[in-house]
């Protein structure tokens, strides 16, 4: 059984550069740019479209093209919205038991403190496309099509919206 | 779950998982079942940070050899 979690490429970023903004993120052995951290935030974004956004795009049509095992497609959105339909979706896929879960982890209901130890997108469904501007959008979508995305994926990529 | 991996069936879920889509707290809460294993078949972190997703053969074939028969979860 195949499980794929995907979400909105511009929540996906933006939270990639939180999580690489967090004075304990990894970044060690690893080639950023030594000066990332004094990036400002429309820079940080740019360095990642550029540089990570390609790889995301073709994990995610590797997974669509993929076809030997069985598949499901889960969605952070349906994550952030309810966790535990989430998960009760999951288990009853795989065939077993139910597991219980926090109720939502969205930031309106728990500390920065907590969501930062756990490691989940830590935005609101949409908070990508308020941060990315119009240029860097533009360019997500333009990679996009550019990757050749079948069109009925296309939208929820760039909105998260199906 | 029986899957056909190099000819042999064996057991498992392959979660593929774009960054930041909580696919690491999924497979926590996944391996609270008890006969629920995690393994991790992603490839080393490479120096240009891009590969964390990206599966390592060889750590596949050692998670399949190690939970023959039993169920497993791969990340």
Redesign the interface.
């Known amino acids: 059984?195949?499980?794929?979690?995907?979400?909105n490429f511009p929540?996906?970023l933006v939270?990639?550069v939180d999580?690489y903004s967090l004075p304990n993120s990894?970044?060690e052995?690893?080639?950023?740019p030594k000066s990332l951290d004094s990036y400002d935030i429309e820079r940080k974004c740019d360095y990642f479209i550029y540089?990570?956004m390609h790889?995301?795009l073709k994990?995610?049509i590797s997974?669509i093209r993929y076809d030997e095992?069985p598949k499901v497609w889960?969605r952070?959105e349906d994550?952030k919205e309810n966790n535990q339909a989430y998960?009760d979706q999951?288990t009853s896929i795989?065939?077993?038991?139910r597991?219980n879960?926090e109720a939502s982890?969205s930031k309106d209901i728990l500390s920065d403190d907590i969501i930062s130890k756990?490691?989940?997108?830590r935005g609101i469904k949409g908070r990508g496309r308020k941060i990315l501007n119009a240029r860097q959008l533009e360019l997500i979508k333009k990679m996009i099509e550019l990757a050749g995305v079948p069109y009925e994926y296309r939208n929820y990529l760039l909105t998260g919206n199906v | 779950m029986i899957q056909k991996f190099n000819n042999k069936l064996t057991s498992g879920i392959l979660l593929a998982s774009q960054p930041q889509s909580a696919s690491t707290y999924t497979v926590d809460k996944l391996s609270q079942r008890e006969n629920i294993r995690i393994e991790n078949i992603a490839r080393d972190l490479d120096p240009y940070g891009v590969v964390e997703q990206d599966l390592d053969v060889k750590k596949l074939e050692v998670a399949l050899a190690l939970n023959n028969n039993s169920s497993f979860v791969a990340k």
Not at chain 1, 29 to 32: D, H, I, N, P, Q
Not at chain 1, 118 to 121: K, P, S
């Open positions: 059984m195949l499980l794929v979690l995907t979400g929540d996906a939270s990639l999580q990894a970044k052995g690893a080639y950023f540089f990570h790889w995301h994990f995610f997974w095992f889960l952070f994550f998960f999951i795989l065939g077993i038991e597991i879960v982890v756990i490691r989940v997108n």
